[in-house]
T-cell receptor
Framework: GQQLNQSPQSMFIQEGEDVSMNCTSS?????WLWYKQDPGEGPVLLIA?????ELTSNGRLTAQFGITRKDSFLNISASIPSDVGIYFC???????????FGQGTELSVKP | NAGVTQTPKFRILKIGQSMTLQCAQD?????MYWYRQDPGMGLKLIYY???????DKGEVPNGYNVSRSTTEDFPLRLELAAPSQTSVYFC????????????FGPGTRLTVT
């Protein structure tokens, strides 16, 4: 079945630094989503992307739907301590519209 | 609106015991989902439902059962708990199958020993 590879697995950065993470797939996706999960909570949707090449921002977060439709990127600018958490990409392909999730990127921000 | 609620928040089971994880949503969403999340892994879909009376298997359905007698509720049943079912379980709901806003509950942390 369709699978997503998300990298990096974890990141330790200084407050104020920019962050970049990505997801790749061996097959095409029609929708890319980025979620954030705080400790002990369920994932919360950050950004949704629907078209190849689409670039969408949500505050300090920017995500892009890759031209090949096989990848997506999430950038966080000027990180702050509350950005700490696990970020998941999710793709919707042709398997009945169900979401496939990446393994997550755990972000730690040092004040 | 309470959104998606899950109970219990934590549970410890002995091998072979059974239990039901409860999930309810008050957003009148037709679609509901159960995922499990293992350490360092993404969410794996266990079962989903496109409406009352209709359920279907996801990626990892073995060892679980679901029912959907109402739009609001989507319980997940473990009949014979095994250590491999130790995980965090998330319920989610959405307007349309897999389409953008899937709203997640806070999760149930289950340990089977």
């Amino acid at each position: 079945g369709q699978q997503l590879n998300q990298s990096p697995q974890s990141m330790f950065i200084q407050e104020g630094e920019d962050v970049s993470m990505n997801c790749t797939s061996s097959s095409i996706f029609n929708t890319w989503l980025w979620y954030k999960q705080d400790p002990g909570e369920g994932p919360v949707l950050l950004i949704a992307l629907y078209k190849a090449g689409e670039l969408t921002s949500n505050g300090r977060l920017t995500a892009q739907f890759g031209i090949t439709r096989k990848d997506s990127f999430l950038n966080i600018s000027a990180s702050i301590p509350s950005d700490v958490g696990i970020y998941f990409c999710a793709g919707q392909g042709n398997q009945g519209g169900k979401l496939i999730f990446g393994q997550g990127t755990e972000l730690s921000v040092k004040p | 609106n309470a959104g998606v609620t899950q109970t219990p928040k934590f549970r410890i089971l002995k091998i072979g015991q059974s239990m039901t994880l409860q999930c309810a949503q008050d957003m009148n969403h037709n679609y509901m989902y159960w995922y499990r999340q293992d350490p360092g892994m993404g969410l794996k879909l266990i079962y989903y439902s496109v409406g009352a009376g209709i359920t279907d298997k996801g990626e990892v359905p073995n060892g679980y059962n679901v029912s959907r007698s109402t739009t609001e509720d989507f319980p997940l049943r473990l009949e014979l708990a095994a250590p491999s079912q130790t995980s965090v379980y998330f319920c989610a709901s959405s307007w349309r199958l897999g389409l953008k806003e899937q709203y997640f509950g806070p999760g149930t942390r289950l340990t089977v020993t």
